[in-house]
C-alpha cells in the first residue's frame, strides 16, 4: 500500500466501511487502545446505530454506549478519565464539557488512519513458520529507511523464519551491538548513532540469514501538528508515527516504529500498530 492515496479512494473506503467512520458532527471523546479478544466481540452503538468494526486507535464519540460479548474486553483512553476497562456491562461514553483533545485530531486518525486500519485482517499474520526470514519493515532488505541521529535504543521486527532471532548493528566491519529474541521483536542498545550507513543482520535459529540497510541523518523527519493534543502520550505517539509511515513509508517507517516504541506504555495494543506502519512500506 503506498502512501499516496487519492480523495476518491478514500472515498471509496468510507463507502466500504460504511457507520465505521466518525461522522463530522461526532464529539470525539477517547480512543480505542486495545482490545483484548476478537473486535467483532466489541459492540460500539453510537446515536441508536452499531459502528462496524471497531478498532485499535477507533475514535469514540460522546455518549456512544460500548459493550462487549464471549468474554471480551476493550481498553479506551478517555480525555479526563484516562483509561478505562469495558467488558459485559454497557458504558456510556461522557466527554467533557471543555475536551481537552481537539477535533482535528480525531478527525486526522479518522480520515488519516483508520480506513488503513480496518483494511486489516481479522487474524493478524503469524510469525515464524514457513515465510522466509524477512524484516517487518520490508525495504530494510533494499535500503532507502532513514533514522534520526542520535538514538540509542531500537526495535527492529522480524517475521518468519524459525522462531529464535539474533540481530547484529554493525558499521562497516564493526558490530556495534547485538540483541536477541524468541518471537521476533528484537530490542538494541547502541551507541548513539552517528550519521552514515549501517547494516542489520538478522539470524533466525534455522542459520538463515537476512541483512538490512538504514541511512543515519542528522534531520528529524517531518511530523504532523494535529496529534500533540492528544493527553495520552502512547496514543498521541502511535497517531504521529502511523501518519509519518503513512505519507513517506519508503523513508521513515522504520523511524515511525522507533517513535512509536520509545513512547510511555499505557496500554496500547501496538502490535496493532505496528503492522499498520508495516503495511505502508510494504511489509
Known sequence: MKSKVSLLAFAAAFTVLGASSVQASCSGAGV????????????????????????VLDVVCDQDVIK??????V???????????????????????KAQVSHSAYSALVDHLMPDMKRQPWDVRLRGGE???????ASLSTGGQQLTAGRTQLLVRL????????????????V???????????????????????VLKATDAAGAVQ?????VVADAPPTPAEFKTFEDLEVQQAATAADLARVLPDVWSFEAEQILHSAPLNGLDR?????????????
Do not use: C, H, M, W
Open 159 to 174: 517475521i518468519g523464519g524459525t522462531p529464535g532471532y539474533k540481530l547484529s548493528i554493525l558499521s562497516g566491519d564493526k
Open 176 to 198: 556495534l551491538a547485538n540483541g536477541a529474541s524468541a518471537d521476533g521483536d528484537v530490542a538494541l542498545a547502541t551507541p548513539a548513532l552517528a550519521p552514515g550507513d549501517y
Open 271 to 283: 502490535g496493532s500498530v505496528y503492522r499498520l506502519i508495516e503495511s505502508y512500506a510494504g511489509g
Open 75 to 97: 481498553l479506551v483512553s478517555l480525555d479526563g478519565a484516562g483509561k478505562v476497562t469495558v467488558g459485559a456491562a454497557p458504558y456510556t461514553v461522557k466527554g467533557r464539557a
Open 211 to 215: 541483512t538490512g540497510k538504514i541511512t
Open 68 to 73: 462487549t460479548e464471549n468474554g471480551a474486553t
Open 32 to 55: 480505542i487502545t486495545r482490545i483484548n479478544g476478537k473486535p467483532q466481540d466489541v459492540i460500539i452503538t453510537r446515536a441508536g446505530a452499531p459502528v462496524a468494526r471497531p478498532r
Open 131 to 137: 515465510p522466509p526470514l524477512d524484516f517487518a519493515v
